[in-house]
């Protein structure tokens, strides 16, 4: 590790970053049993890495005029947050909650009194040199020092070795985003037993009288590091990961769908949201959404079958050879919904087997289905800025191809990119002029 302390300031980072992604959880959930000690986890942790950082000490020392202060204080740092480890998963485990909570104080009263002994330990020992790396190792032999270490260095080991047997005796049980979790969570307890396999080396190295201080300055940082990340990142994940996954799947619809909303959203009313840039997915997702369903709603007097009768045959025209074929069959009800006719209506050509060739039909009349919807919105939506004479249908729904989430962004795609919907648009635009 060089002396930049990059490898403690990142995980801190990261840390401090899973605290800000569930700060808006936070929001009438504070006394879930399991969000706030989470939340403590992930802080305490962040907050112990900075502390360890070689510059962090430097500039704690002197700011507070007591050599190696950062030591007691990065100790008792790493005391609360063994405690925060067992108190999660305590909350974790679940049972009743008069069991809990006796357990839950347990905990923080013996973590407490580990704490103060650390504080007064420090103040009987003599450590007049400054130690920005290796305190440990370099006062292993002085008296109170010895034993603050010792003290913090063994609590801190009975906190890792119950959290991964718990862990690993639920890791069965367990399936999911909770199990990925507790994996998570052994993984980076076994760094931890690294880091501190290595901390008693270099101290018991120290006793007998050799020098392995290498093993303490730069052999465990990366293993304490890469341990808190990892941790931390196992007891966030069920409640991060769900809510996660869902921002990425709502930013990908969002993405995929502004062909679209770009396509509609100047028919909506003068009411618009504004978006900042920390509004999640989820909620830009929502907003786009409505301004589609107003632009559609806007179009609905204006959507003429008649160009999506001409769109679909088209559109199966161009997707299934010339040779052998019947007369395409035309899409029947108004224009919010449509069914197609079945299996003799359009013939395929030859495949390797009767399967394949159902999977091709399949495929070709969606996608039919979807290029005559968006052809049929495109010409509507010219019409609508041009007050072109309204097409008055007797069903007032959605179009079909709205319903889902897969289809609306395959009608967002034909918008942008299909040639008959072009098309339509174009000869829509010519209606117009020469109405005029």
Known sequence: MNGSGLVFYVPGAILLIAVAIKVPSLKGTWRDPVIMPSCALLLIGSAVCVLSAPPTITEVNAFTGISNFSGPLVYCGMSALSASYLVLMIAWRGGPLPRIKRRTLLVVTLYTLVIIAIVVLFGLAEVPVERTRDLDTYYANTP?????ILLYLVFHTLATVALTGMCLSWLRMITGVTR????????GSCFDLSYQAVKYTSMAARWAGRDWDYLSTD???????????????????????????????????YRLQKPLWAELRELRGPVTAEFRWWTSPVV?????????????LACAPYLDTEIRDAAYAEALRQSVPPAGSSPVPRI??????????????????????PQRVAGARQTELEDAMVVADAAMLAAARIHVTSHHNEHHTSEMRLLETMERPHTRVRLAQ????????????RRAGLQDIHQE
């Open 414 to 425: 034909a918008i942008e990119t299909s040639p008959i919907v072009a098309a339509a648009r």
């Open 219 to 253: 052999v465990s940082p990366p293993l304490v590091s890469a341990a808190g990340v990892l941790v931390a990142t196992g007891f966030a994940l069920p409640r991060l990961g769900p809510p996660l996954a869902d921002n990425v799947r709502a930013w990908r619809r």
């Open 180 to 187: 990925t979790g507790l994996a998570l969570i052994v993984i």
């Open 332 to 353: 029947r009800t108004g224009w919010a919904k449509f069914r197609t006719r079945r299996p003799r209506a359009v013939p395929l050509p030859a495949s390797p087997g």
């Open 284 to 296: 830009r997702l929502t907003q786009q959404e409505i301004t589609i369903l107003d632009g559609i």
């Open 144 to 148: 109170y020092m010895r034993e603050m």
